[in-house]
């Protein structure tokens, strides 16, 4: 009862924060473009949140090895809110005359301490459920995640238009304080009867002593994914998927709008309010089907992969409106399910220590691969047109779902086992 109570804390603490999150940088950015009049300034804010985050992703196992994950959790919630109050205080005292340098150094270091948020999360569910309801876990977390963005960039654009950029900031403040004491609630148990690890100074000295140097612990999440070929595997599908999936940011949706669909912008907004009510639909639909779902989890996996790429194919072929919407609300559930059983699989093939370093490392290389593939994807545009775009997206997905046959043997025998015990 304890560990599912927890969970639930940390679930709430998440939400909270995503919320806070997407409100802090709508309204942000809005006070950017008012004080500089530049695009380009308001295109510094995500990249300076995204560039932090894989610094931060780097270094984490530096201080995965110094603290456990609900205290590692709490100093980033902890510094996210007063790094937040500072910078809103900045603004409400400096107007147009605040420093940009000043606003993107208090960005980056906010979103470098969040970078630790998703893995030290993602670690810390297996370790506050238990395992056959681990999947539900991921799936409730997913979907409190698709709806908070769903409804969240919609309802901050109507905050910022009518209280104004400064009363929404102050609204996120209030959610970055609420998700800091749910954090503070949330409670490891010992593992195997070992009580929690003392984290005062001597408890730090004497873990300097006996963990590997730094130059080793940062490179042992990736050493940890090498050596297993289930963790190989699943980064390498993550990896390769990763390449065609910023084809679903903004700027190109809008494009495949008004070029492949011949419509305006209130139809962007009806393709992006689609795909993120599919999303929830699907995050749903996997926790109301996840005891028959986790039996064959790879194979659920799989099957959520391909779904999504014989989709994606198809909206890249569509030219009308009302086709569009429709298969982005049914592409929602299969991306969920991949989405949900490549975290569980990813949780259950690694131990709880080991768990922490094999994310920071995924999340490292993901980040950078969202970046890499941003840059390209843009290019790629220019050059081959936006439709081609998303025949390429497509074609990757299934590329990664054709890597998930080859790499299936590795998860079939532990499956076979499984159903056995059951």
Sequence with gaps: ????????????????????????????TVL??????????????????????IVSGFLAPLMLRRFRLPRLMLVSQGGQFLLFALLALYLQRSGESASLSAIFGLVFAMSFLDGWTAPVRNALVPRLVPRDWLMRANGLISVSDQTVQFAGWGVSGVLVAFAG???????????????????????????????????????????????????????????????????????????????????WVGAFTLLFVQEALGQG?????????????????????????????????????????????????????????????????????????????????IQQSAGDEELPKVLSAQATVLNLIFCASLLGMAKLAESVGVV???????????????????????????????????
């Design 1 to 28: 009862m304890m560990k599912k109570t927890s969970f639930y804390w940390l679930w709430s603490s998440q939400t909270m924060s995503n919320a806070a999150d997407i409100l802090y940088v709508t309204a942000l």
């Design 32 to 53: 950017v473009l008012q004080g500089t009049e530049s695009v380009v300034s308001t295109i510094l804010v995500p990249f300076f949140r995204i560039f932090s985050q």
């Design 165 to 247: 950029p400064s009363r929404t900031l102050l609204i996120a403040g209030v959610l970055y304080a609420a998700a800091l004491v749910f954090t503070a609630l949330i409670r490891e148990p010992s593992v195997h009867g070992i009580p929690e690890r003392n984290e005062s100074a001597s408890g730090a000295s004497r873990a300097a002593e006996t963990d590997p140097n730094w130059r080793e612990a940062l490179l042992e999440g990736w050493k940890l994914i090498g050596r297993s070929p289930r963790l190989r595997g699943l980064t390498l599908i993550d990896s390769i998927d990763m390449l065609g999936g910023s084809v």
């Design 265 to 345: 912008e209130e139809w962007w907004g009806f393709i992006n309010a689609s795909y993120f009510a599919g999303a929830v639909l699907g995050g749903i639909l996997v926790v109301t089907l996840v005891k028959k779902l986790q039996k064959r989890l790879f194979d659920s996996m799989l099957a959520g992969i391909f779904g999504y790429s014989a989709i994606t194919l198809a909206y890249a072929g569509t030219t009308s409106p009302a086709a569009a919407l429709l298969l982005v609300l049914v592409m929602g559930p299969f991306a969920e399910l991949s989405m949900v059983a490549r975290r569980t699989l």
């Design 388 to 422: 081609n775009l998303y025949f390429y997206a497509g074609g990757m997905s299934l590329l990664a779902f054709a890597i998930g046959l080859g790499v299936r043997r590795h998860f079939a025998s532990e499956a076979s086992q499984e159903r056995n015990v059951q």
